[in-house]
C-alpha cells in the first residue's frame, strides 16, 4: 500500500512512517487498499493524526489527538478497522465491487483575509440517500454534498442536532 505522509508543525521521523506503514498493511489485505493518505499535526503539547482511505468509491476515515503518535496510530487502526467492519457486509451486500476504488484527489487552494481557508473540489456520483448518510458516517463529518439518483439532482445531507438527519432538495 502506498502512503501519501503529511505534516504540519510535526517532524515525521523515519520509524514513524515504518511503524505506521506496518500497522496500515492490514488494510491492503483486508479491503485491497492501494493507498492511504496520512496526516500529522503538531498542535502546542498534542499531537493529531488522521488517516484517510478509499475504499470501494468511499472514503473511510479516522482522526486521533493525543501526546503519543504510536498511541495514535494504534487507535486509528482500531477505529479504521470497525468502520470497515460494520459498513463492508453493507457494501457487499448492494453488489458493489470490491477492487473499483477510485481516489479522489482534493484541490486545495490558501486564501488571506475573508476568503475562505479551503477550497475543496470532488467527485460526485449518484447515489442513493441510504448511500449517502453511510458515506457521510465514514467520513464523520456533519454535512454531505451528493447527487441524487432519484432525479440527478444535487442534495445536501446533513446532522441535525437532535441526532437525526435532514436532507436539503433545491427547488428547479
Not at 132 to 141: E, F, K, T
Not at 147 to 159: E, F, I, P
Request: aromatic share 10%; net charge negative.
Amino acid at each position: 500500500m502506498q502512503l501519501n505522509f503529511k505534516s504540519r508543525n510535526f517532524d515525521i521521523t523515519d520509524a514513524l512512517k515504518e511503524y505506521t506503514d506496518k500497522r496500515l498493511a492490514k488494510f491492503d489485505k483486508l479491503i485491497g487498499a492501494e493507498e492511504a493518505v496520512v496526516t500529522m499535526r503538531g498542535i502546542k503539547d498534542r499531537q493529531r493524526l488522521e488517516i484517510s482511505i478509499p475504499y470501494n468509491g468511499l472514503i473511510i476515515r479516522g482522526e486521533e489527538e493525543g501526546y503519543d503518535m504510536y498511541t495514535c496510530v494504534d487507535n486509528v487502526v482500531e477505529k479504521l478497522e470497525s468502520q470497515i467492519h460494520k459498513y463492508r457486509t453493507r457494501l457487499i451486500k448492494r453488489g458493489r465491487s470490491e477492487r473499483n476504488a477510485e481516489p479522489a484527489a482534493p484541490e486545495t487552494h490558501w486564501f488571506e483575509d475573508d476568503q475562505p481557508v479551503k477550497v475543496k473540489s470532488f467527485s460526485t456520483k449518484p447515489m442513493s440517500v441510504e448511500e449517502a448518510i453511510m458515506q457521510m458516517n465514514l467520513l464523520g463529518h456533519n454535512f454531505f454534498v451528493f447527487v441524487n439518483d432519484d432525479g440527478n439532482v444535487v442534495n445536501v445531507l446533513y446532522r441535525r442536532y437532535d441526532g437525526e438527519y435532514g436532507l436539503l432538495i433545491p427547488e428547479i
